[in-house]
T-cell receptor, first 115, second 116 residues
Framework: AQKVTQAQTEISVVEKEDVTLDCVYETRDTTYYLFWYKQPPSGELVFLIR??????QNEISGRYSWNFQKSTSSFNFTITASQVVDSAVYFCALRCLEYGNKLVFGAGTILRVKS | GAVVSQHPSWVICKSGTSVKIECRSLDFQATTMFWYRQFPKQSLMLMAT?????????EQGVEKDKFLINHASLTLSTLTVTSAHPEDSSFYIC????????????FGNGTRLTVT
């Protein structure tokens, strides 16, 4: 099984639609960190959020929100009222001792927001 | 916030030549730096981990003699692609962290290497 699974390869939405990007992770560690990054066409990685395994509170930041569910090993990311500028590749990542404390990325989800 | 500067942002070189990519932490001491490689439309794959003053640890399948990594100071790591070939064309991204376990990773903006 993959350590970080982003089952959605590509998602297309129309502007102002809400969209949820799924992320499922796998680790036997009880202490770990989960991340979301945005990679626009220019290539740089933009840090969005870091969440540790002991903090299951959902988080909202503007139009972004994250739903962390340890019971299902998921850390999903929702963009509300999507905009064209949200078009990018989004990566979910995991860091834990089981994997050498290295950041392990999912395959990424390409989000296309059309006007 | 913490800034990691990666240079050059893009480079084109001829097959057989070597290319050096620099990764600098501008406002913090980077005890550990990571080098990633990303092929088009794929995820980031960790190539190696370097700790300041030590030899880099390479991931399985990464040729250490081809991808030379030097981390001689707390603010600079370099990746040299030796005898580059077209199949080495890729996007290379570095990231850096401090010695703290909780330290976040700070990423450079990446280097797009094209070998002709």
């Amino acid at each position: 099984a993959q350590k970080v699974t982003q089952a959605q390869t590509e998602i297309s939405v129309v502007e102002k639609e809400d969209v949820t990007l799924d992320c499922v992770y796998e680790t036997r560690d009880t202490t770990y960190y989960l991340f979301w990054y945005k990679q626009p066409p220019s290539g740089e990685l933009v840090f969005l959020i870091r969440r540790n395994s002991f903090d299951e509170q959902n988080e909202i930041s503007g139009r972004y929100s994250w739903n962390f569910q340890k019971s299902t090993s998921s850390f999903n990311f929702t963009i509300t009222a999507s905009q064209v500028v949200d078009s990018a590749v989004y990566f979910c990542a995991l860091r834990c001792l089981e994997y050498g404390n290295k950041l392990v990325f999912g395959a990424g989800t390409i989000l296309r927001v059309k006007s | 916030g913490a800034v990691v500067s990666q240079h050059p942002s893009w480079v084109i070189c001829k097959s057989g030549t070597s290319v050096k990519i620099e990764c600098r932490s501008l406002d913090f001491q980077a005890t550990t730096m990571f080098w990633y490689r990303q092929f088009p439309k794929q995820s980031l794959m960790l190539m190696a981990t370097s700790n300041e003053g030590s030899k880099a640890t390479y991931e399985q399948g990464v040729e250490k003699d081809k991808f030379l990594i030097n981390h001689a100071s707390l603010t600079l790591s370099t990746l040299t692609v030796t005898s580059a070939h077209p199949e080495d064309s890729s996007f290379y991204i570095c990231s850096a962290k401090t010695s703290s376990y909780n330290s976040p990773l700070h990423f450079g903006n990446g280097t797009r290497l094209t070998v002709t």
